[in-house]
């Protein structure tokens, strides 16, 4: 997590700019990430994998740089850089030898203020972004499973239940238009947080921050909408075929507290998730399922509706998901699940399998954020959503709070009647149906 003499510094430009500073001279290098306040949920209605598609406009130049100089300034300067895009915020990130930070501020600062969104980058990228769909879900087995198809049974709203990778038709029919109209809504220095981490001087490198973001005019910070939605009140089920799935699958979500709100009753799905399909052979689902009956070739527990815990907002699930053996039905896993989780409602998790699996948790966090640019990124995750990036410090021992009551609690919530369900089938199934 954060070192020991780490400290945290912030401020905020006239324009609205939130800046986190991480100083760590430790280090060689230095990480810079801008988070924008604005994901797929906030997509508009026709517009499917808009904030997707956006973040590959951001690559294609600004009024001042042509398209692949940032790409070029980065890596001549021994960098990386890449972007990615969340259900709640999109982020672009520069890892750098320490002596480059000016340059990387001076790059994000430029496409902050103007980007070229132009036709040409416009249908260029619809048909990046089409084809990375072709191969990450349409032309590949188990495509997505279940992020793509489990939402929409386990929610109402257009927000939290459409595809966030987008249909065909939604992308064709998106104009340059729309794509300013994004942009001046979503991307003011108000709506984002700047975050940079490792080797700088924090007065240098304010004074930088100043230079390249502090003339960016002011835009409002647009108004967070609200993506809450009420409780299921009895099961939901789907069925999907998949032309390229050699076996079925099914997956199975349920609600769980708000991340930010209710932060301390979310904490132990955390390790619920963990206690059920940890990776290892001593995981229930794994004994239950693979060693015991036979079920399933492969299974996941996780939570976050794609796998994010510490990095997801309201609402989110737990996702149990499973590959099934042949011969066996959806139905056997989802009975076979529910057995598992109400034992652990009935009895809790074992004092020490707890511990083991908090310690191991602890860990994982501490290696995976032991990387200047995942420390960076786990801070202003933490920062954006819930205003205290001091929260990655402090989470080894939040998870070794949580007690087995807790995780017993939350377990007893884990009911079929607050399950929505998605069968995934080949085709091959559908065709013998007819």
């Known amino acids: 997590m954060q070192r020991p003499h780490q400290h945290l510094v912030r401020t905020q430009l006239a324009n609205g700019l939130r800046v986190l500073l991480a100083p760590d001279r430790t280090v060689p290098v230095v990480a810079v990430a801008v988070h924008y306040d604005v994901g797929m949920r906030s997509e508009p209605e026709g517009r499917t994998g808009f904030a997707h598609l956006f973040e590959h406009l951001m690559f294609q130049g600004s009024e001042l740089l042509p398209k692949l100089d940032h790409a070029h300034y980065v890596q001549a300067s021994g960098g990386v850089f890449n972007g990615s895009t969340h259900l709640d915020y999109t982020q672009y990130h520069n890892v750098l030898p320490s002596n480059a930070l000016e340059r990387v501020l001076f790059l994000e600062a430029d496409r902050m203020r103007a980007p070229n969104l132009n036709a040409e980058n416009l249908r260029v990228q619809i048909d990046v972004v089409k084809e990375e769909i072709r191969a990450n879900v349409t032309n590949k087995p188990y495509g997505c499973f279940p992020w793509v198809s489990l939402p929409g049974v386990l929610f109402d709203s257009f927000a939290n239940s459409h595809d966030g990778y987008g249909s065909f038709d939604d992308l064709d029919s998106a104009t340059v238009a729309d794509a300013r109209q994004f942009f001046d809504r979503y991307y003011a220095p108000a709506n984002a947080l700047l975050t940079l981490c490792g080797d700088f001087d924090a007065n240098e490198a304010l004074d930088m921050v100043e230079r390249h973001f502090g003339p960016i005019p002011f835009r ?104 099934q053996t042949p011969g066996t039905s959806a139905q056997q896993v989802l009975d076979a699940i529910a057995e598992e989780f109400a034992v652990v409602a009935r009895e809790g998790p074992a004092e020490r399998e707890l511990r083991r699996i908090a310690t191991r948790l602890s860990t994982r966090l501490l290696v995976e954020t032991d990387g200047v640019l995942a420390r960076t990124q786990a801070l202003a995750s933490l920062e954006l959503r819930h205003g205290r990036a001091e929260l990655l410090g402090e989470l080894p021992g939040l998870l070794t709070a949580v007690t087995p ?22 085709a091959s199934y559908q065709e013998k149906a007819a």
């Open 220 to 323: 409002p910070r647009p108004s967070r909408p609200n993506f809450a939605e009420p409780e299921i009140t009895g099961e939901r089920r789907t069925t999907k075929y998949d032309p390229h799935a050699p076996l079925p699958a099914v997956a199975a979500g349920w609600r769980v507290p708000d991340p930010i709100s209710e932060w301390d009753s979310y904490l132990p799905y955390l390790l619920l998730s963990d206690v059920m399909s940890d990776d290892g052979p001593a995981c229930r689902l794994h004994r239950r399922l693979v060693r015991q009956d036979g079920l399933v070739t492969s299974h996941r527990c996780y939570l976050g509706m794609l796998g994010d815990p510490l990095d997801t907002g309201h609402p989110t699930a737990l996702v149990c998901s499973a590959r």
């Open 405 to 426: 009551g807790q995780v017993a609690e939350a377990a007893a919530r884990i009911t079929p009647d607050r399950r929505a369900v998605v069968e995934l089938l080949p």
